[in-house]
T-cell receptor, first 112, second 115 residues
Framework: AQSVTQPDIHITVSEGASLELRCNYSYGATPYLFWYVQSPGQGLQLLLKYFSGDTLVQGIKGFEAEFKRSQSSFNLRKPSVHWSDAAEYFCAVVGGSYIPTFGRGTSLIVHP | DTEVTQTPKHLVMGMTNKKSLKCEQHMGHRAMYWYKQKAKKPPELMFVYSYEKLSINESVPSRFSPECPNSSLLNLHLHALQPEDSALYLC??????????????FGEGSRLTVL
C-alpha cells in the first residue's frame, strides 16, 4: 500500500519570499504524484502532477515540483509567494489501488 | 464546463432527519467520488462510482447511502446521523473509471452540521 508524509503542519513565509513544501511517499514502484491546494471553505484544486518523464513539473499559479526517486520525495516550490497563496496544500500519491492517498496537509501562512 | 457542483452548500440536520447531498458534473467523467473532510484533516474517501456502479465502499456506516442515478449525478443520502458526522463533504469526479489514474475535479463541498 502507498502512503504519503507531509512533515510540516504549518509553514509561514513573507510575501515575496520563496517557498518549499515537503512531501515524502512510500510505494514499491514509481507512483503517480499530485499536489492539490484548498482555499478556506473550498474544494481541492490540482496544482500539478507527475506521471513519468521529466522529473521537474510545472503547474498552475507559478508552482513547480521535483520528483526525486532516490529521496522518495516530491517537494513543491514557488520562487515568490503571493498573499493569495495562503491555503492548505495536500500532496497525494496513487499506486496500485488507482485511488489517491492524501497527506495530512500543510497550512501555508503568508505574512505581508 | 469544468465544474463539479454540489448542493446544498450548508446543511443543518437533527439526528432523526433524512436529508440528501447532491453532486453534478457535465464533463462526461466516468468516475465520481464522495469524500469526508474534518477540519484541518485530509479528505477521507467514502465511496467511488465507476461507470455508474459502486466500485469502492470504504466501510462507511449504513447511515450514509450513496446513489448514482446517471453518469452526471451523484447523491449521498443521510439518515440518523451522529454529531461526529459533522464535516465538509466533498464530491469529486475523474475522466476515466477506476483503474486509470487521473486528476480529480472537486466541488466546493457541502458543510454538514448534525445537532
Amino acid at each position: 500500500a502507498q502512503s504519503v508524509t507531509q512533515p510540516d503542519i504549518h509553514i509561514t513565509v513573507s510575501e515575496g519570499a520563496s517557498l518549499e513544501l515537503r512531501c515524502n511517499y512510500s510505494y514499491g514502484a514509481t507512483p503517480y504524484l499530485f499536489w492539490y491546494v484548498q482555499s478556506p471553505g473550498q474544494g481541492l484544486q490540482l496544482l500539478l502532477k507527475y506521471f513519468s518523464g521529466d522529473t521537474l513539473v510545472q503547474g498552475i499559479k507559478g508552482f513547480e515540483a521535483e520528483f526525486k526517486r532516490s529521496q522518495s520525495s516530491f517537494n513543491l516550490r514557488k520562487p515568490s509567494v503571493h498573499w493569495s497563496d495562503a491555503a492548505e496544500y495536500f500532496c497525494a500519491v496513487v499506486g496500485g489501488s488507482y485511488i489517491p492517498t492524501f497527506g495530512r496537509g500543510t497550512s501555508l501562512i503568508v505574512h505581508p | 464546463d469544468t465544474e463539479v457542483t454540489q448542493t446544498p452548500k450548508h446543511l443543518v440536520m437533527g439526528m432523526t432527519n433524512k436529508k440528501s447531498l447532491k453532486c453534478e458534473q457535465h464533463m462526461g467523467h466516468r468516475a465520481m467520488y464522495w469524500y469526508k473532510q474534518k477540519a484541518k484533516k485530509p479528505p477521507e474517501l467514502m465511496f467511488v462510482y465507476s461507470y455508474e456502479k459502486l466500485s469502492i465502499n470504504e466501510s462507511v456506516p449504513s447511515r450514509f447511502s450513496p446513489e448514482c442515478p446517471n453518469s452526471s449525478l451523484l447523491n449521498l443520502h443521510l439518515h440518523a446521523l451522529q454529531p461526529e458526522d459533522s464535516a465538509l463533504y466533498l464530491c469529486a469526479s475523474s475522466q476515466d473509471g477506476v483503474g486509470v489514474v487521473g486528476e480529480l475535479f472537486f466541488g466546493e463541498g457541502s458543510r454538514l452540521t448534525v445537532l
